[in-house]
């Protein structure tokens, strides 16, 4: 046996024991942690040793890592940890954990140096502070030594069975076969370029539409590239819950076309979904999922090993049957599966999981990610924050103990970072550092009195503390890539009240870093162009390969009309109503069956709709509304019956613009009345300034890109297959403009 662990891996496998309990004070941010390090380092000797690789053996048990620091004139091994707060109110468990580190960094480093003995020593930095609290012991090495092999016995009969399973997935993938007689033309194209792409540690772009089945096309290549490239984990990435759906039943087909029992897969959900007391907080006093957890962890984690793949549904009753929280099951697992499916946020935010684990653990890993489009606005997303001063009024008036005076300093700053505005929106490239500080004041108060009396901090307090955190840790990032904006408004009785914003404009500084960090990223989509807009925005490597694969479909599938003698431009809106109307019932006349009808807001689809009530009273409608749920969306789409008749009214770049599959005669035409271009406002005009200082074509990047792609995606709903046949009626004077239409897909054919 040859299996190999990381030292913190290791600990976290053996030394956990007792509640799950998260009401400790929050931990530093990543920067916070590194920056704390640093200032540790700093203060020491010359002759200090920081980050110091070390590793061991143990019965084929190769265990590796960095001790934070050795101090030879002290002989002392040092275990940094940066926290916030009180000490005293760290859980047992948490103290147990951080002492089984260290206590196997000292053994290995006794060996590696043929020490007798050593001094162990926990150095706590507090972050706001700066004051450190140091917690020595005086081992011999034989102690250091047993201590040690107790860690690895503990570990060791599951790390055997990980060994056998992953030497029978090996066989499994190297045996594996796609799951139909042959690959679609398009699809093997697709398949073959990513492989090369793995194999060469490269990223791929590939811009492949519906119907070639992308899905299939980019997990059986790289599953079939785990053993020649000896990759650790797979991480396939969504935007959407129905995209977690796609990969999982594709991952199922592969299964089936090829027993892979040893091959193991888990799905990766919100906490917020995954939670079975959501009144409850996340501690032993108050979940009873949370108490004991550690302790009844091992069984858990012995059955859901077991179960091939970890869907929603077999992860919630697996962890059920063991009473044990199914979402931190999920984050347990997540270390011993070897592909995960989950949203965007768990590899690319700054706090991800999936990330956090491959760097901790030094993983080669490769990604997918799907619908890759989406990645721009929710990599802004991720890296942005707003606070509202309303919440801070509200928060005022109810005089929370100890933090008075506090909040209204924060409040004053608030006042004057709009006292001398005159527009009604104001925009800047500097942060206001006084706000900041009095930000970080109230930061600072409300964590101590969370460590003091964490039960007595009432919801409100808490919940503008997470905001404040989330605003603060964002201004650290804060660059040329980012905005920071003032947008005031009228409050109760006539006050002026302000909400402040962050906003992320180019995301490739903070997700590029995670592009470089796996040995292959595969973006794919049917909308990648303009090629060097995904490139610039999502920090692409400058090797990143490119791929087009030819559509599937041929142009007599698809007839593509642009009505161009009609504006939908604000100004002519009303004047587009009457003309939409007549378009919309002559096609439903001469070609009867089911049609999405597409618009830029719920206000515009609303007045097309009702005059096309009173006009075609006959004619079956139904509308998308603001908010709907996921049931109101299922019933939407359940309209949409084979050899049905009617139009659905849907908002461009909503629920229905992409992601829904209606093949066949479900779905027989679309109308896009929209060029689909982000609303003109003062936060859209500043990314365009923004953007066009940056890459030189601002409305391109700001609202041509990003509008024509909705545009797409949407047309992209009524051709599903080889035999659809379908209408596309694009009604707007600029769909005619030769810039335009050339970023529609090659096969279409304009009438």
């Given at each position: 046996m040859?299996?190999t662990?990381?030292?913190?891996?290791?600990?976290?496998?053996?030394a956990?024991?007792?509640?799950?309990?998260?009401?400790?004070t929050?931990?530093?941010?990543?920067?916070?942690g590194?920056a704390?390090?640093r200032r540790?380092?700093?203060?020491?000797?010359?002759?200090?040793?920081p980050?110091?690789?070390l590793?061991?053996?143990?019965?084929?048990?190769r265990v590796?890592?960095?001790?934070?620091?050795?101090?030879?004139?002290?002989?002392?091994?040092e275990?940094?940890?940066?926290?916030?707060?009180?000490?005293?109110?760290?859980?047992?468990?948490?103290?147990?954990?951080?002492?089984?580190?260290?206590?196997?960094?000292a053994?290995?480093?006794?060996?590696?140096?043929?020490?007798?003995?050593?001094?162990?020593a926990?150095?706590?930095?507090?972050?706001?502070s700066?004051?450190?609290?140091?917690?020595?012991?005086?081992?011999?090495?034989?102690?250091?030594?047993?201590?040690?092999?107790?860690?690895?016995?503990?570990?060791?009969?599951?790390?055997?069975?990980?060994e056998?399973?992953?030497?029978?997935?090996?066989?499994?993938?190297?045996?594996l076969?796609?799951?139909?007689?042959?690959?679609?033309?398009?699809?093997?194209?697709?398949?073959?370029?990513?492989?090369?792409?793995v194999?060469?540690?490269?990223?791929?772009?590939?811009?492949?539409?519906?119907?070639i089945?992308?899905?299939?096309?980019?997990?059986?290549?790289?599953?079939?590239?785990?053993?020649?490239?000896?990759?650790?984990?797979?991480?396939?990435?969504?935007?959407?819950t129905?995209?977690?759906?796609?990969?999982?039943?594709?991952?199922?087909?592969?299964?089936?076309?090829?027993?892979?029992?040893?091959?193991?897969?888990?799905?990766?959900i919100?906490?917020?979904?995954a939670?079975?007391?959501?009144?409850?907080?996340?501690?032993?006093?108050?979940?009873?999922l949370?108490r004991?957890?550690?302790?009844?962890?091992?069984?858990?984690?012995?059955?859901?090993?077991?179960?091939?793949l970890?869907?929603?549904?077999?992860l919630?009753?697996?962890?059920l049957?063991?009473?044990?929280?199914?979402?931190?099951?999920?984050?347990?697992?997540?270390?011993?599966?070897?592909l995960?499916?989950?949203?965007y946020?768990?590899?690319?935010d700054a706090?991800?999981?999936?990330?956090?684990?491959?760097?901790?653990?030094q993983?080669?890993?490769?990604?997918?990610?799907d619908?890759?489009?989406?990645?721009v606005?929710?990599?802004?997303?991720?890296?942005?924050?707003?606070l509202?001063?309303?919440?801070?009024?509200?928060?005022?008036?109810?005089?929370p103990?100890?933090?008075?005076?506090?909040?209204?300093?924060?409040?004053?700053?608030?006042?004057?970072?709009?006292?001398?505005?005159?527009?009604p929106?104001?925009?800047?490239?500097?942060?206001?550092?006084?706000?900041?500080?009095?930000?970080?004041?109230?930061?600072g108060?409300?964590?101590?009195r969370?460590?003091?009396?964490?039960?007595?901090?009432?919801?409100?307090?808490?919940?503008?503390?997470f905001?404040?955190?989330?605003?603060?840790?964002?201004?650290?990032?804060?660059?040329e890539?980012?905005?920071?904006?003032?947008?005031?408004?009228?409050?109760?009785r006539?006050?002026?009240?302000?909400?402040?914003?962050?906003?992320?404009?180019?995301?490739?500084?903070l997700?590029?870093?995670?592009?470089?960090?796996?040995r292959s990223?595969t973006?794919?989509?049917?909308?990648?162009?303009?090629?060097?807009?995904y490139?610039?925005?999502?920090?692409m490597?400058?090797?990143?390969?490119?791929?087009?694969?030819?559509?599937?479909?041929?142009?007599?599938?698809?007839?593509?009309?642009?009505?161009s003698?009609?504006?939908?431009?604000?100004?002519?809106?009303?004047?587009?109503?009457?003309?939409?109307?007549?378009?919309?019932?002559?096609?439903?006349?001469?070609?009867?069956?089911n049609?999405?009808?597409f618009?830029?807001?719920?206000?515009?689809?609303?007045?097309?709709?009702?005059?096309?009530?009173?006009?075609?009273?006959?004619?079956?409608?139904?509308?998308?509304s603001p908010?709907?749920?996921?049931?109101?969306?299922?019933?939407?789409?359940?309209?949409f019956?084979?050899?049905?008749?009617?139009?659905?009214?849907a908002?461009?770049?909503?629920?229905?613009?992409e992601?829904?599959?209606l093949?066949?005669?479900?779905?027989?035409?679309?109308?896009?009345?929209?060029?689909?271009?982000p609303?003109?406002n003062?936060?859209?005009?500043?990314?365009?300034?923004r953007?066009?200082?940056?890459?030189?074509?601002?409305?391109?990047?700001?609202?041509?890109?990003?509008?024509?792609?909705?545009?797409?995606?949407?047309?992209?709903?009524?051709?599903?297959?080889?035999?659809?046949?379908?209408?596309?009626?694009?009604?707007?004077e600029?769909?005619?403009?030769?810039r335009?239409?050339q970023?529609?897909?090659?096969?279409?054919?304009?009438a």
């Amino acid at each position: 046996m040859s299996y190999t662990v990381a030292v913190r891996a290791l600990c976290e496998f053996s030394a956990k024991v007792g509640d799950l309990d998260l009401r400790f004070t929050p931990s530093p941010s990543a920067q916070e942690g590194i920056a704390g390090h640093r200032r540790v380092v700093a203060k020491r000797g010359a002759d200090y040793e920081p980050e110091v690789a070390l590793e061991g053996q143990y019965q084929g048990l190769r265990v590796r890592g960095r001790a934070d620091g050795y101090d030879p004139a002290r002989n002392r091994l040092e275990e940094i940890k940066t926290h916030r707060g009180d000490l005293a109110r760290q859980p047992d468990n948490h103290r147990q954990l951080h002492w089984a580190q260290a206590k196997v960094y000292a053994w290995l480093l006794c060996q590696a140096r043929q020490l007798p003995a050593i001094d162990v020593a926990l150095v706590y930095l507090d972050v706001d502070s700066d004051g450190q609290t140091v917690i020595n012991e005086h081992y011999g090495a034989d102690d250091l030594r047993r201590f040690f092999e107790n860690q690895c016995q503990c570990f060791l009969a599951w790390a055997q069975a990980q060994e056998l399973r992953l030497a029978e997935r090996d066989r499994g993938l190297q045996a594996l076969s796609f799951p139909y007689p042959a690959l679609r033309q398009g699809q093997r194209q697709l398949a073959e370029t990513l492989y090369k792409a793995v194999s060469t540690g490269r990223c791929l772009m590939a811009q492949a539409s519906t119907g070639i089945g992308k899905t299939l096309g980019t997990l059986f290549p790289l599953l079939k590239a785990v053993v020649p490239q000896q990759l650790d984990k797979l991480y396939f990435l969504t935007a959407k819950t129905p995209g977690r759906a796609l990969a999982l039943d594709a991952l199922r087909q592969i299964i089936q076309a090829s027993p892979q029992p040893a091959l193991r897969s888990l799905e990766l959900i919100a906490r917020d979904k995954a939670c079975e007391y959501p009144q409850n907080a996340c501690h032993g006093e108050s979940c009873p999922l949370a108490r004991g957890f550690y302790d009844r962890l091992p069984g858990a984690r012995e059955a859901a090993a077991q179960v091939p793949l970890l869907d929603r549904a077999s992860l919630r009753e697996v962890a059920l049957a063991h009473q044990v929280c199914p979402y931190y099951l999920g984050q347990e697992m997540a270390r011993w599966v070897d592909l995960l499916v989950a949203d965007y946020n768990y590899y690319f935010d700054a706090h991800a999981l999936l990330f956090g684990l491959a760097q901790a653990n030094q993983w080669r890993t490769a990604v997918l990610v799907d619908e890759a489009h989406n990645l721009v606005e929710r990599g802004r997303q991720m890296y942005s924050a707003s606070l509202d001063q309303g919440q801070l009024l509200a928060l005022r008036q109810g005089k929370p103990a100890g933090l008075g005076s506090a909040l209204d300093r924060l409040n004053r700053q608030w006042n004057a970072l709009y006292k001398a505005q005159v527009a009604p929106y104001q925009a800047s490239e500097e942060l206001p550092d006084a706000f900041l500080r009095a930000l970080q004041q109230c930061i600072g108060l409300i964590q101590e009195r969370m460590n003091q009396a964490p039960a007595e901090v009432e919801p409100k307090v808490l919940e503008f503390y997470f905001q404040a955190l989330q605003f603060s840790r964002i201004a650290e990032l804060f660059d040329e890539h980012f905005l920071f904006d003032i947008s005031p408004r009228n409050g109760p009785r006539g006050r002026r009240l302000a909400t402040l914003c962050l906003r992320n404009v180019v995301p490739a500084r903070l997700l590029g870093p995670r592009m470089s960090a796996a040995r292959s990223v595969t973006l794919f989509s049917a909308t990648l162009n303009p090629r060097h807009f995904y490139t610039d925005l999502l920090g692409m490597p400058s090797d990143t390969a490119w791929l087009e694969v030819a559509a599937p479909f041929r142009a007599e599938q698809l007839q593509v009309r642009i009505v161009s003698e009609v504006s939908t431009r604000y100004q002519q809106r009303q004047a587009s109503l009457a003309p939409i109307v007549e378009l919309i019932a002559a096609q439903f006349a001469g070609q009867p069956g089911n049609y999405l009808a597409f618009f830029s807001s719920f206000e515009y689809l609303e007045q097309v709709a009702r005059l096309l009530a009173e006009r075609y009273p006959a004619l079956p409608i139904w509308r998308q509304s603001p908010g709907m749920d996921e049931a109101s969306r299922e019933a939407f789409l359940a309209r949409f019956v084979e050899h049905g008749q009617g139009v659905g009214f849907a908002v461009l770049g909503g629920a229905f613009g992409e992601g829904v599959d209606l093949p066949g005669t479900r779905l027989i035409g679309a109308f896009v009345a929209t060029l689909g271009l982000p609303q003109v406002n003062p936060v859209n005009e500043q990314f365009k300034q923004r953007l066009g200082r940056q890459f030189g074509a601002g409305f391109d990047y700001a609202y041509l890109y990003p509008g024509v792609r909705k545009v797409i995606q949407a047309a992209g709903r009524v051709i599903r297959g080889d035999q659809d046949r379908g209408v596309l009626v694009l009604i707007d004077e600029r769909f005619a403009e030769p810039r335009v239409r050339q970023m529609f897909p090659g096969w279409w054919q304009l009438a």
